[in-house]
């Protein structure tokens, strides 16, 4: 098994900025990416953001210039940096892995509980 923790979710004002982290655990062979998604109430999780274990990055359209995700391979972590925050970033914030458990099984997806980002005066 694998296990996520994430760490860094709060309260902030509109404009200020937050720091997520997240470390993978457990059974890794070989991770392929992690990222992170958000959902609030009543929608449906949207992707955020996402990084291959070869450091390609995607954004949602939404946060790109404002928003960077970070990895360190070596140690299975995770970091997104959040700056000028909106109150519409206001969201449970979920890290995610994928990773192959042996040299020659399938892959995995893994989801830590998630973190409250809260933007708001």
């Known amino acids: 098994q694998v296990q996520l923790v994430e760490s860094g979710g709060g309260l902030v004002q509109p404009g200020g900025s937050l720091r997520l982290s997240c470390a993978a655990t457990?059974?890794?062979?070989?991770?392929?990416?992690m990222g992170w998604y958000r959902q609030v109430p009543g929608k449906e999780r949207e992707l955020v953001a996402r990084?291959?274990?070869?450091?390609?990055?995607n954004y949602a359209d939404s946060v790109k210039g404002r928003f960077t995700i970070s990895s360190d391979n070596a140690k299975n972590t995770m970091s997104l940096q959040m700056n000028s925050l909106k109150p519409e970033d206001t969201a449970v914030y979920y890290c995610?892995?994928?990773?192959?458990?042996?040299?020659?099984?399938?892959?995995?997806?893994?989801w830590g509980q998630g973190t409250q980002v809260t933007v708001s005066s």
């Open positions: 995610t892995v994928e990773v192959y458990r042996t040299s020659w099984g399938p892959m995995f997806d893994y």
């Open positions: 457990g059974s890794i062979f070989r991770l392929n990416a």
């Open positions: 990084i291959t274990s070869g450091g390609h990055t």
